[in-house]
């Protein structure tokens, strides 16, 4: 069965979730995603599913679900990339964390002054949402080798399980207010106006970063590999505790010798892995490959 989008809208609010429904969507959401969805938002659930059932003409969660889970396989794919792009917070900025921004400048003058000319470093940016962080990445690389005056090249990757937002990410379109957030030699050098209320990363800049999709429960199927410097921060806070333990555990698989892998503070406690040395930088939650 596909899914017709309908403009018959509802002015009625978004029918209450019981218990049951409720369990179902989590499940199901957990199954697919790894993300967890605590009950303290269910009121969030309930809206972000009734706008989109709002869309398609349905009435109620069940039957949404079961068009879900047993509808045709391409139209239940399509619609669940739909709904998971309305599920995920999205929040980002430019240099979100500052303090995980300075660790990562201070390795960069590291890696510069340590490998020769021509040398490439490889960055991924994991649950990259609509690639702020994968620009701010490129643009602290770019200013840090072009000081060290050495011809040093790069390539960053983002990855995220939204395909909407992915989209996004690719057309490097900001809205003025937030690109105007950025230090102004930084806004001068790397974006370009679109329109009077819109700015597009340069050409440059976004011919070195590339977007792709990757759910983060298939870690084991992604390319990425012998990466200098793993960026994953503002995610594994939706995941349990042995979800984000694994997630973690295939992340700093992926490591060159001596790669930095950058986490968000406080988003998961008490992990060691003896390939890796904690990293003692203020404010952040970062590990090193053991050479």
Known sequence: MGFAVTDRWSIKSAPAMDAEQFQLWQALLEERTGMTLAPERKQFLESSLNIRMRELGLDDYDTYYQQLVTGATESRAM?????????????TSFFRHPGS???????????????????????????????????????????RFRAHGKALFYG???TDISLPTLAK???????????EQIDPALRERYFKDADTHT????????E?????????LNLDQAPMDDMDLIFCQNMLIYFRRWRKRQIVNQLDGRLA????????????????DPRLERVHFADTLAFRRRQ
Request: proline residues 3%.
């Open 79 to 91: 619609e669940w990339s739909t709904l998971v792009d309305r599920l995920t917070v999205q929040e």
């Open 101 to 143: 921004f300075a660790l990562v400048e201070d390795y960069l003058g590291q890696f510069a002054a340590e490998r020769g000319t021509g040398a490439t470093l490889n960055a991924w940016s994991v649950g990259c949402s609509t690639g702020e962080e994968a620009y701010s990445l490129a643009m602290l690389i770019s200013e």
């Open 156 to 158: 960053i990757t983002g």
């Open 169 to 179: 990410a690719r057309r490097g379109l900001f809205p003025r207010r937030r690109v």
């Open 199 to 206: 700015m597009q990363v340069a050409d440059g800049l976004r």
């Open 208 to 216: 070195r970063v590339c977007f792709a999709h990757l759910n983060v």
């Open 257 to 272: 010798p001596a790669g930095l892998l950058v986490l968000g503070p406080g988003e998961i406690t008490d992990w060691h």
